[in-house]
């Protein structure tokens, strides 16, 4: 067999920083490992009209462990040490799979040989500091001959909808246009891949690698891209409505003019990632990474720092908020007088004493009646309304006209009523405990009503307005 030429060598680090492993009789280190791109040599025998004769045959080997144990990184140390211990450059992972972690090869047939006689022959017997449990080697199976079609011939007027090619290895490869719906590709290593235009419509893209890949103009709505590795790639344009991006490395990315409305970025990392006209409509960015870096609307940069940083007793008076996902934000105390919430979504956040008057929501808005009954009370008054046995805990009242409302067995406690009219208020058997805030002068017309006043000495107090109705 020739040996292959030597191509240019790259140096690696994992995502923890440097790495170091004990494989078989080798020490590799991340920063000297060498992993190498292949090049043609047009005078080696193997090779015709400058392209590598790849072997009609794989290679399979399994260690012990879950996929979540061998990161990118890792994986291109152990194609680094089956490339220099094969003598064949040429060597490539096709995909990797679950079932242990299943590792399949594709190269020449000398190279594929020869890592078997290595794996067989006890020179390497552990990868990953992890026992090798088996080594197959066999003819081309359907789904390797699939992803090495794709990987060398693109895929004209090819339907992949549905596919699965979780795991495969599509590096660089020619995905523009292509029809990919539905598609699993998760665990995948799409890095450098052009999938401009692509329609990967509820793909399953889960903890793909997918770093510096042309996604400009694709359509990725409703894909699930959890925990991808999407740094430095190019999404500008593209569809990513109600796309599932928790945890995901975006940094880097250029999400220009993107369509992410309803997606969820909770736990990204958005550092120094362009996300200049992007539609940001109801997106979950709690917990995201953002620095000052990051190209973001201030209105976004507000909502992520709301709903990650908290907003309790802050001041939003006036601001825009119309369609932020605001959901489980701590809002409590805070000042969003004639604020924008229309369509807004403020589910299960904390509006303790929170100031509505004057916002403005809609029937899109999603909060609990019980603020939005609060929000109507302070901004549309609720004079003469019944509004007995209501839940009014926590709420801030000042200010509203409650004149002629009934109140009576409504929870009060902790509530804020200054300044509010309590005029002819009904406030029989109403909750109302010490942290209550009421003026002193409606607060005995409570005690009145609810505990009695027989023998009381009520010389000179001023109880106009009063309603001391039915009083025994």
């Given at each position: 067999?020739?040996?292959p030429?030597t191509p240019?060598?790259k140096?690696?680090q994992t995502?923890?920083?440097?790495?170091?492993?004990?494989?078989g009789?080798?020490?590799?280190?991340?920063?000297?490992v060498?992993?190498?791109?292949?090049?043609?040599?047009?005078?080696?025998?193997?090779?015709n009209?400058?392209?590598?004769?790849?072997?009609q045959?794989?290679l399979?080997?399994?260690?012990?462990?879950s996929?979540?144990?061998?990161?990118?990184?890792?994986?291109?140390?152990?194609?680094?040490?089956?490339?220099?211990?094969?003598?064949?450059?040429?060597?490539?992972?096709i995909?990797?799979?679950?079932?242990s972690?299943?590792?399949?090869?594709?190269g020449?047939?000398?190279?594929?040989?020869?890592?078997k006689?290595?794996?067989e022959?006890?020179?390497?017997?552990?990868?990953?500091?992890?026992?090798i449990k088996?080594?197959?080697?066999?003819e081309?199976?359907?789904k390797s001959?699939?992803?090495r079609?794709?990987?060398?011939?693109?895929?004209?007027?090819?339907n992949?909808?549905?596919?699965?090619?979780?795991?495969a290895?599509?590096?660089?490869?020619?995905?523009?246009?292509?029809?990919?719906?539905?598609?699993n590709?998760?665990?995948?290593d799409?890095?450098?891949?052009?999938?401009?235009?692509?329609?990967?419509?509820s793909?399953?893209l889960?903890?793909?690698?997918?770093?510096?890949?042309?996604?400009?103009?694709?359509d990725?709505?409703?894909?699930?891209?959890?925990?991808a590795?999407l740094?430095?790639?190019?999404?500008?344009?593209?569809?990513?409505?109600?796309v599932?991006?928790?945890?995901a490395?975006?940094?880097?990315a250029?999400?220009?003019?993107?369509?992410?409305s309803?997606?969820?970025?909770?736990?990204?990392?958005?550092?120094n990632?362009?996300?200049?006209?992007?539609?940001?409509?109801?997106?979950?960015?709690?917990?995201?990474?953002?620095?000052s870096?990051?190209?973001?609307?201030?209105?976004?940069?507000?909502?992520?720092?709301v709903?990650?940083q908290?907003?309790?007793?802050?001041?939003?008076?006036?601001?825009d908020?119309s369609?932020?996902?605001?959901?489980?934000?701590?809002?409590s105390?805070?000042?969003?007088?004639?604020?924008?919430?229309?369509?807004?979504?403020l589910?299960?956040?904390?509006?303790?004493r929170?100031?509505?008057?004057?916002?403005?929501?809609n029937?899109?808005t999603?909060?609990?009646?019980?603020?939005r009954?609060?929000?109507?009370?302070?901004?549309?008054?609720a004079?003469?309304?019944?509004?007995?046995?209501?839940?009014?805990?926590?709420?801030?009242?000042s200010?509203?006209?409650?004149?002629?409302?009934?109140?009576?067995d409504?929870?009060?406690?902790?509530?804020n009523?200054?300044?509010a009219?309590?005029?002819?208020?009904?406030?029989?058997?109403?909750?109302?405990?010490?942290?209550?805030?009421v003026?002193?002068?409606?607060?005995?017309?409570?005690?009145?009503?609810?505990?009695?006043?027989?023998?009381?000495?009520?010389?000179?107090?001023?109880?106009s307005?009063?309603?001391?109705?039915?009083?025994?």
């Open positions: 067999m020739t040996e030429q240019e060598a140096d690696i995502s923890g920083g440097n790495y170091n492993e004990q494989i009789k080798h020490y590799i280190h991340a920063e000297t060498h992993i190498y791109e292949t090049t043609c040599n047009p005078s080696d025998p193997s090779k009209n400058g392209k590598v004769t790849a072997s045959k794989q399979a080997f399994a260690i012990a462990g996929f979540d144990e061998v990161d990118h990184a890792k994986l291109k140390v152990i194609l680094a040490l089956l490339q220099k211990n094969s003598g064949d450059a040429t060597i490539e992972i995909r990797v799979e679950e079932g972690i299943k590792i399949i090869l594709n020449s047939d000398e190279g594929l040989e020869r890592i006689q290595l794996f022959s006890g020179e390497i017997t552990e990868v990953l500091g992890t026992l088996y080594v197959d080697l066999k081309l199976d359907k001959c699939l992803i079609d794709i990987v060398q011939n693109g895929v004209e007027c090819q992949l909808s549905n596919t699965d090619l979780q795991g290895n599509l590096s660089r490869a020619d995905l523009s246009d292509a029809d990919l719906k539905s598609a590709l998760s665990r995948a799409l890095s450098d891949a052009n999938l401009s235009g692509a329609d990967l419509s793909a399953d889960s903890s793909a690698y997918l770093n510096n890949v042309n996604l400009n103009g694709a990725l709505q409703g894909a699930n891209l959890s925990g590795d740094s430095d790639s190019n999404l500008s344009n593209a569809n990513l409505n109600r599932k991006l928790s945890d490395n975006l940094s880097g250029n999400l220009n003019n993107v369509n992410l309803d997606a969820n970025l909770s736990g990204a990392d958005l550092n990632a362009n996300l200049s006209n992007a539609n940001l409509s109801r997106i979950n960015l709690r917990n995201a990474i953002i620095n870096s990051t190209i973001v609307n201030s209105k976004w940069r507000l909502v992520w720092e709903v990650t908290g907003a309790k007793g802050r001041n939003l008076s006036g601001t908020l369609d932020a996902n605001l959901s489980g934000a701590d809002l105390d805070a000042n969003l007088s004639d604020a924008n919430l229309s369509d807004a979504n589910s299960n956040a904390n509006l303790s929170i100031n509505l008057r004057n916002a403005i929501i029937s899109s999603i909060v609990n009646s019980k603020w009954l609060v929000w109507e009370v302070v901004t549309q008054g004079k003469g309304r019944n509004l007995s046995g209501t839940d009014l805990s926590d709420a801030n009242l200010g509203a006209d409650l004149s002629d409302a009934n109140l009576s409504a929870n009060l406690s902790d509530a009523l200054s300044n009219n309590l005029s002819r208020i009904n406030l029989r058997n109403a909750i109302i405990n010490s942290s209550t805030i003026n002193s002068k409606w607060r005995l017309v409570w005690e009145v009503v609810t505990q009695g006043a027989k023998g009381r000495n009520l010389s000179g107090t001023d109880l307005d009063a309603n001391l109705s039915a009083l025994t």
